[in-house]
C-alpha cells in the first residue's frame, strides 16, 4: 500500500465521518420533529390502547435513531470494507437479544408463581379443560 | 462531497491510518456502551412496575420540563455537528464559539437533569425508595454521569486547542468526542421514549 | 478515617494464616532478590514500564500460573474437606471458611488463571502472526494488563485483610446482598471482577482493532491463521459480553453501597433478574476461554502432522457460528428456576444446537492428522488428551442441555464434573500445549521433552481420578458445595478418590515447574537457532528466536495460507534486503503501572469505605489521563542500522547451527 511517496486516496478514506451544513441541518430539523411528534402522541393521547402507542413511539425512535446515525454519526459512508457497520449490526443484535430475551425470560419466571386464574396456565400448554 | 482526489505524502497517510485505527477503536468501545446501556434498559423494563407501593413514572415525571431537556441535548448535538465542519474548514475561532455552545448547552441539560433528581430525593423518592426508583435513578444517571464526562473532555479539549491549536492528534480528538456525543443523544432518544412517554401513557 | 477498617479485618484461623504467610513470604523473597543481584532497574525498565505486548504476554502468563498455584492449593483443601467431613467429623474447615474457599477457587481460576493464560497467548502471537509489530494501542494494552494485575492483588489481599465472598464465583443475591453478606466479601469479589473486567474490555477493543486493521499486506482475513480467527471470535465475544458484567456488578454493588433495590428480596427487587443477567454475561465467557483454545489447537494439529489444517473454511465458519449462538443459549445455567417449557425448550434446542459446529472442529482436527505425518511431541499429547475428555465433557453437556434431564443433574456434582470437563480438558489443556509449543520461540531455546509428558501424564490420570468419580456421584444424588454429608449416603470412597485425583494433578504441575526450572538450567544445551524448532507453519515461526523487540525487520507480504510454509517451500526465506528501514515503536511510559495501582487502591478503598481514599485515587488516575493526553512524545525511533546489526547477528547464528 506504501509503495511510493505521494499517492493519491479518495476522499472517502480521508473525510469518513464528515458531513456538510446541509446534511446536519436536515438530520436536526428530521430530529426535532421526530421528538415533538412522539411528544404531542402521548401527550395529547392520540391513542386507543397500549400496544399503539407504544408501537408508535417506538417506531419514531427507531426513526429517529437511524437519522441521526445517518446524517449526525455518518453511518455507512466508510469506504470497504464496512467494519463499523458491522460491528454496529452485530452491538444492534446483541442489544435485542440481551434486551427482549430478558424480558421475555422475565416475564416467563412469573409462571410458576401463584395465579388468580389457571388460564393463563393452560392456554400456554393448550391444555383444554 | 465533491469527488477529487486528493495527494498526500507518506507521512500523512501514516497519520491518517493511525486516525481511522483510532476512530474505529473508539467506535468498538461506542458499541460496549451500547451493550452496557441494553443492560440497563433491560433492567428497568423489568423492574419499573415495581413502584412498591411507592410512585410510578406517572406520578413523577414532568414532561414539558423533560421535553426542554431533550431540545437542549438535540441542539448540541447539532453544535457538536458544526463544531466539526470548522474543524475540516481549519476555522479554529468559529470551532472554539460552537464548543462553548455545546458545553453550553450540555451543561444546561446536566443542570435541569441535577435539578430534578434533587427534587425527587427531598420529596422522599429516592433510590432507596423502590427497585423502580432504583433502576430508574441508574439509568437516567449512567446517561449523566457519561454528560458529564463529555463536558469535561470538551472542556480540556476546548483549552487545549484554544492553548495549542489544531494540531493534528487535537483533530483526532474532536472527531472521537463527536462520535461520544452524538451516540449520548441517541442514547438520550431512547430514555425519552422508553423511560418518560412510555412512562406516562 | 480508615472507613470500616480495623485491626479485626487481620485475625484468620490457621490455614488462613498458613496461606496469608506463604503470600506475604514469596513477596518478601522476591523483593530480597531482586535487590541482592541489583534488578530493580531491569525489572522497572524491561518490564513493568515496557509496552511490548511480548512482554505483556510474559507477565500475563506469570501471574496466570502464580495463581494457579494458590488455585490448585485452594483445590486441594476442598477435596480434602469433601474426603473427611463424613458423620461425626467436621473435616478441616469451617462451614464459612469453606464457603470462602471454593467461591475463591472458581474466581480465581476462571478470572485470573484462564482470562491470564488467554490474555498472555494472544499478547505474544496474535501480533507475530498477522505480521504486525505491535498491537493497535499499546499504551491500552499495557492498562489493561495492569487492571488485571490490580484485581488479582484485590483478590489476594483479602485472604489477608478481611474476608472473601463465601456466595460462591457468581455470587448470586439475596446471599450476596448486605443482608445476608453484611462483611467485605462480596465486596472484595465485586470490585477485583470490576477492575480486571475493565481491562478485558479494553483488551477485546484493542486486538479486534489489531486483526482488523494491522495485517500485513495480503493476509486476507481468509488467510490468517486459524488461532487468530479464534482469538477475533472470543473479542468479539468479550466486547459485547463484558459490558453486561460491568452493569451487573455495578447493579450490586449499588445494592449493596447505596441501598438500592435491583435484587433485594423487598421493595421491589427480582434476585431472579441478576441470575439472568450474569448468566447472560456468563456463557459467553466459556466461549471467550474456549474459542483460543480451539485456535491453538488448529495450529498444533497442523503442525505435528505436517499437514495443513483440513476445512480452513468450515473452521471459520465455527467460529463465527459458535461466536454469534454464544448469546442464544444462556438460560441452561437455570432451566430450574422456574420459567415454562416455552423458554427452556428454546434455549434447551439452541444448546444443542452449538455443538455442532464444536463437532464440527473436532472432526476437521482428526482428519487433518488422516494420513499426515503425524509425531508426538509434548505438544500434540495434549491434543490427544483434549480430544478426550472434551468429547465426554461435551456429551455430557448436550446431555444436560434437555431440560427434564437438568432438572435432575443442575446444582448436582454431575454439572461440577461436566465443567470442569471444559475447563480442564479444553481450556486448560489447550493453553498448557500453548506454553510447551511457542516456549522455543520467545525464550531461544527448548523445553525438556520428557518432563514435558511426565506432567501432560499426570493431568491427564488426575483430571480423570479427580472427575469421572463426580458424575457417578451427580447421578447418586450428591449436590455441590457440599461440606459435609452422612456416611449411610456411601459417598466417601468416591470422593477419596476424587482427592487422589487432585494430588495427581498437583503432581502434573509439580512436573511442568520442574520442566522450567531444568530446562533453563539446560538452556544452552536445548537452544534452538533456527527459530522454528517444530517446521511450523505461519509467520510467527519466520522471526529468529527469540523474537527481536520490532518482530519483523521488513513488513512480509504473504500470498496465501500458511505464509511460512510456502516460504520455506519456495526457498525465499534467504533474502536479505538490502536496505533496512528505520522502524518507530511506542516509548516504555509507566503510567499503565501508575493507573493499575490506583484503581487497586480505589477499589480497596471502596470496599472499607475510606472516601478520601476513593476521590483521591478517581482524581489522580483521571490527571494520569489527561496528563497522558498532554504527552506528544510517545514513540521512539529505531534507526536502520540497528535493526541490520541484529538481523545479521541472528542469521549467522541460524547458518551456523
Redesign the interface.
Known amino acids: 500500500m506504501k509503495k511510493s511517496s505521494t499517492v493519491t486516496i479518495k476522499p472517502e478514506i480521508r473525510d469518513a465521518g464528515l458531513g456538510s451544513l446541509g446534511s446536519y441541518l436536515t438530520g436536526f430539523v428530521l430530529s426535532i420533529i421526530l421528538t415533538l411528534i412522539a411528544y404531542y402522541v402521548v401527550t395529547a393521547k392520540l391513542y386507543s390502547s397500549n400496544l399503539q402507542v407504544v408501537s408508535i413511539i417506538i417506531s419514531l425512535a427507531i426513526l429517529q435513531l437511524f437519522v441521526q446515525l445517518i446524517f449526525f454519526l455518518h453511518l455507512g459512508r466508510e469506504s470497504k470494507p464496512r467494519w463499523n457497520v458491522t460491528v454496529f449490526v452485530f452491538a444492534a443484535t446483541v442489544v435485542l437479544i440481551v434486551v427482549f430475551g430478558s424480558i421475555w425470560i422475565m416475564n416467563n419466571l412469573n409462571y410458576n408463581m401463584a395465579h388468580s386464574s389457571d388460564s393463563y396456565i393452560r392456554k400456554d400448554e393448550l391444555i383444554k379443560q | 462531497?465533491?469527488?477529487?482526489?486528493?495527494?498526500?505524502?507518506?507521512a500523512e497517510?501514516l497519520e491518517?491510518e493511525n486516525t481511522?485505527?483510532?476512530?474505529?477503536?473508539f467506535?468498538?468501545?461506542l458499541?460496549?456502551?451500547?451493550?452496557?446501556f441494553?443492560?440497563?434498559?433491560?433492567?428497568y423494563?423489568?423492574?419499573h412496575k415495581?413502584?412498591?407501593g411507592g410512585p410510578g413514572g406517572a406520578e413523577i415525571f414532568n414532561?414539558p420540563y423533560i421535553?426542554v431537556e431533550?431540545?437542549l441535548l438535540?441542539?448540541s448535538?447539532?453544535t457538536c455537528?458544526?463544531a466539526?465542519?470548522a474543524v475540516?474548514k481549519k476555522q479554529r475561532k468559529a470551532l472554539l464559539i460552537a464548543l462553548a455552545i455545546t458545553f453550553g448547552l450540555g451543561l444546561a441539560f446536566l443542570s435541569m437533569e441535577l435539578f430534578e433528581f434533587r427534587h425527587l430525593v427531598v420529596e422522599g423518592n429516592s433510590?432507596?425508595?423502590?427497585?423502580?426508583l432504583?433502576?430508574y435513578?441508574?439509568l437516567v444517571g449512567t446517561h449523566g454521569l457519561h454528560i458529564t464526562v463529555g463536558l469535561?473532555w470538551l472542556a480540556?479539549l476546548g483549552y487545549?486547542i484554544f492553548k495549542n491549536g489544531l494540531k493534528q492528534?487535537a483533530v483526532k480528538?474532536l472527531?472521537l468526542f463527536?462520535?461520544f456525543w452524538?451516540?449520548l443523544?441517541?442514547i438520550w432518544?431512547?430514555i425519552?421514549?422508553?423511560v418518560y412517554?412510555?412512562g406516562?401513557? | 478515617m480508615l472507613g470500616k477498617l480495623t485491626l479485626d479485618a487481620l485475625k484468620h484461623d490457621e490455614i488462613v494464616m498458613f496461606g496469608v504467610f506463604t503470600m506475604v513470604g514469596a513477596g518478601v523473597l522476591a523483593i530480597i532478590l531482586l535487590t541482592y543481584f541489583k534488578k530493580w532497574k531491569w525489572l522497572w525498565k524491561e518490564w513493568i514500564t515496557s509496552l511490548d505486548p511480548k512482554k505483556i504476554g510474559v507477565m500475563y502468563i506469570l501471574v496466570a500460573l502464580l495463581m494457579l498455584f494458590k488455585g490448585i492449593f485452594d483445590t486441594g483443601l476442598l477435596r480434602v474437606q469433601q474426603a473427611t467431613s463424613v458423620g461425626s467429623s467436621q473435616g478441616i474447615l469451617s462451614a464459612d471458611h469453606f464457603q470462602q474457599v471454593f467461591s475463591a477457587h472458581g474466581t480465581i481460576m476462571i478470572f485470573f488463571v484462564a482470562m491470564g493464560l488467554m490474555f498472555g497467548l494472544i499478547n505474544l502471537v496474535v501480533p507475530l502472526q498477522i505480521g504486525a509489530r505491535d498491537v493497535a494501542f499499546p499504551f491500552l494494552n499495557s492498562i489493561s494488563f495492569w487492571l488485571f494485575f490490580a484485581g488479582m492483588m484485590l483478590v489476594n489481599i483479602s485472604l489477608a485483610i478481611g474476608e472473601f465472598s463465601a456466595a460462591g464465583w457468581l455470587a448470586y443475591p439475596p446471599l450476596s446482598e448486605l443482608a445476608y453478606s453484611p462483611g467485605v466479601g462480596v465486596d472484595y469479589w465485586i470490585w477485583s471482577l470490576q477492575i480486571a473486567g475493565i481491562g478485558s474490555l479494553l483488551s477485546g477493543v484493542n486486538f479486534i482493532t489489531t486483526i482488523l486493521r494491522m495485517r500485513c499486506p495480503g493476509m486476507k482475513l481468509m488467510r490468517m491463521p486459524l488461532f487468530c480467527w479464534s482469538v477475533l471470535g472470543s473479542m468479539t465475544l468479550v466486547v459485547f459480553a463484558f459490558p453486561i458484567l460491568t452493569v451487573t456488578l455495578a447493579l450490586l454493588a449499588l445494592d449493596r453501597t447505596f441501598g438500592m433495590h435491583f435484587f433485594t428480596s423487598t421493595f421491589g427487587g427480582n434476585p431472579m433478574m441478576y441470575v439472568n443477567l450474569i448468566w447472560a454475561w456468563g456463557h459467553p465467557e466459556v466461549y471467550i476461554l474456549i474459542l483460543p483454545a480451539f485456535g491453538v489447537f488448529s495450529e498444533i494439529v497442523a503442525t505435528f502432522s505436517k499437514k495443513r489444517l483440513f476445512g480452513y473454511k468450515y473452521m471459520v465458519y465455527a467460529i463465527i457460528a459458535i461466536t454469534i449462538l454464544s448469546y442464544l443459549v444462556w438460560l441452561h445455567h437455570f432451566f430450574t428456576m422456574g420459567a415454562g417449557s416455552n423458554v427452556n425448550s428454546f434455549f434447551g434446542i439452541m444448546t444443542m444446537i452449538i455443538a455442532i459446529p464444536t463437532g464440527v472442529k473436532v472432526f476437521n482436527w482428526l482428519f487433518t492428522m488422516y494420513r499426515g505425518r503425524v509425531w508426538f511431541a509434548t505438544p500434540m499429547l495434549w491434543f490427544l488428551g483434549f480430544v478426550f475428555t472434551f468429547t465426554i465433557g461435551g456429551v455430557t453437556g448436550v446431555l444436560m442441555a434437555v431440560p427434564p434431564i437438568d432438572f435432575q443433574l443442575h446444582n448436582s456434582l454431575f454439572l461440577v464434573a461436566h465443567f470442569h470437563n471444559m475447563v480442564i480438558g479444553g481450556v486448560v489443556f489447550g493453553y498448557l500445549a500453548a506454553l510447551t509449543y511457542w516456549f522455543p520461540k520467545f525464550f531461544g531455546f527448548r523445553l525438556n521433552e520428557t518432563l514435558g509428558k511426565y506432567s501432560f501424564w499426570f493431568w491427564i490420570f488426575g483430571f480423570a481420578f479427580a472427575f469421572l468419580p463426580l458424575y457417578a456421584l451427580g447421578i447418586m444424588g450428591a449436590t455441590r458445595r457440599l461440606n459435609h454429608y452422612d456416611a449411610s449416603q456411601g459417598w466417601q470412597q468416591l470422593f477419596i478418590v476424587a482427592a487422589f485425583g487432585v494430588l495427581l494433578i498437583m503432581i502434573g504441575i509439580g512436573f511442568m515447574v520442574l520442566q522450567y526450572i531444568v530446562s533453563i538450567i539446560q538452556r544452552k544445551k536445548n537452544i534452538d537457532n533456527t527459530g522454528d524448532p517444530w517446521d511450523a507453519r505461519n509467520l510467527e515461526w519466520s522471526t529468529a528466536s527469540p523474537v527481536p523487540f520490532y518482530n519483523f525487520a521488513k513488513t512480509p507480504i504473504v500470498r496465501g495460507r500458511n505464509a511460512w510454509w510456502e516460504m520455506k517451500q519456495s526457498k525465499i526465506r534467504f533474502d536479505a534486503p538490502i536496505e533496512y528501514d528505520k522502524i518507530v515503536l511506542p516509548k516504555n511510559t509507566p503510567f499503565g503501572f501508575y493507573i493499575g495501582m490506583l484503581a487497586l487502591f480505589f477499589g480497596f478503598a471502596v470496599i472499607w469505605h475510606i472516601l478520601w481514599l476513593v476521590i483521591v485515587c478517581f482524581l489522580a488516575i483521571i490527571s494520569l489521563i489527561v496528563i497522558r493526553s498532554n504527552n506528544d512524545d510517545t514513540e521512539y525511533v529505531v534507526p536502520g542500522k540497528v535493526i541490520e546489526k541484529i538481523e545479521k547477528a541472528n542469521r549467522f547464528k541460524a547458518q551456523a547451527s
Open positions: 462531497m465533491n469527488n477529487e482526489a486528493v495527494a498526500l505524502n507518506s497517510i491518517q481511522n485505527k483510532t476512530m474505529f477503536g467506535w468498538l468501545y458499541m460496549t456502551d451500547c451493550v452496557l441494553a443492560v440497563l434498559f433491560a433492567t423494563a423489568v423492574l415495581n413502584t412498591f414532561m421535553l431533550t431540545m438535540l441542539t448535538s447539532f455537528g458544526l466539526m465542519l475540516h433510590w432507596t425508595r423502590s427497585a423502580f432504583s433502576s435513578f441508574t469535561f480540556t487545549q492528534h480528538r472527531g463527536s462520535l452524538h451516540f443523544d441517541i432518544i431512547f425519552f421514549t422508553v412517554l412510555m406516562v401513557s
